[in-house]
């Protein structure tokens, strides 16, 4: 395994162990029409879904500051440029392991999941549209190179 992606690991581990339920971020999509509840998430899966959430918020504070400095990623010193990236691909790998909790709690592996306000996880409704961008269930879109979180 690559030492950057275990360093990235432990670190989550890290922050995993330390986060309490009161620091606990829950997702703020709300059940929409359609929806299926399937259950609500264990504490495993809680916080790994407030770390992800908090990950989240901490990326989209890093880049609203770049952006009202008014400079362009690009033009960051090195540095901070490499440690937004860490940052990234630790939201990513995050990202992979708190969706594998919930399939795994739900033992929902063939089809869409979706999380909800009130730590439900759910068979989301049939989308409405074919958006470009894709299955928005858990709150998330694409913007450019950059994965927005309105949490």
């Known amino acids: 395994m690559p030492k950057r992606m275990l360093e990235c690991l432990e670190q989550i581990v890290k ?4 986060l309490k339920p009161e620091d606990f971020l829950p997702p703020v999509a709300k059940l ?14 809680k916080r790994l879904c407030s770390l992800w959430n908090k990950s989240a918020n901490e990326n989209n504070s890093f880049v609203k500051d770049v952006i009202s400095r008014g ?10 440029q490499q440690k937004f990236l860490y940052s990234i691909d630790k939201h990513k790998l995050l990202e992979g392991i708190m969706w594998f909790s919930v399939r795994k709690q739900t033992n929902f592996f063939n089809g869409d999941v979706g999380i909800r306000s009130n730590w439900m996880i ?3 409704a049939p989308p409405k549209d074919t958006s470009p961008l894709g ?10 190179d950059i994965l927005l979180f309105p949490f």
């Open 15 to 18: 922050e995993l162990d330390v």
């Open 32 to 45: 929409e029409p359609g929806d299926t509840i399937l259950m609500e998430m264990n504490d495993e899966t």
């Open 71 to 80: 400079i362009d990623l690009l033009e960051l010193p090195e540095e901070e």
């Open 122 to 124: 759910v068979k989301p």
């Open 135 to 144: 299955n928005t269930s858990t709150g998330s879109i694409w913007k450019g």
